[in-house]
């Protein structure tokens, strides 16, 4: 999904990153599974986040030099990645 202001510039990008195929008690456990390693494969890749939150929609965000932000959410269900460009990030 992109999400666009006024102007018509893009302002976020939103990927549904990962969904279980059934909604079970272990399928829960797949999804924190998976946000824990996307987490260890984003420090790795863009280094350490300047923002995290351990709540119960947990979230890990880095900024990339051309000042756009990657911010990774894990939900109840799914994990979530946007990208908020140099024209989002004021809503960030």
């Known amino acids: 999904m992109c999400t ?27 999804v924190n599974d998976a946000f824990v390693a996307y987490v260890a494969a984003g420090i790795e890749a863009w280094g350490k986040p300047f ?4 709540d119960r929609y947990a979230h890990v965000a880095w900024k990339y030099p051309q000042n756009v932000i990657a911010d990774l959410i894990r939900y109840e269900r799914f994990v979530h ?5 140099p024209q989002g990030i004021r809503v960030y």
């Open 4 to 30: 666009k202001d006024e102007g018509m510039n893009a302002s976020v990008f939103s990927i549904p990153f990962f969904r279980p195929e059934r909604e079970g008690f272990e399928e829960f456990g797949l």
């Open 51 to 54: 923002d995290i939150v351990i």
């Open 81 to 85: 990645l946007r990208f908020y460009t």
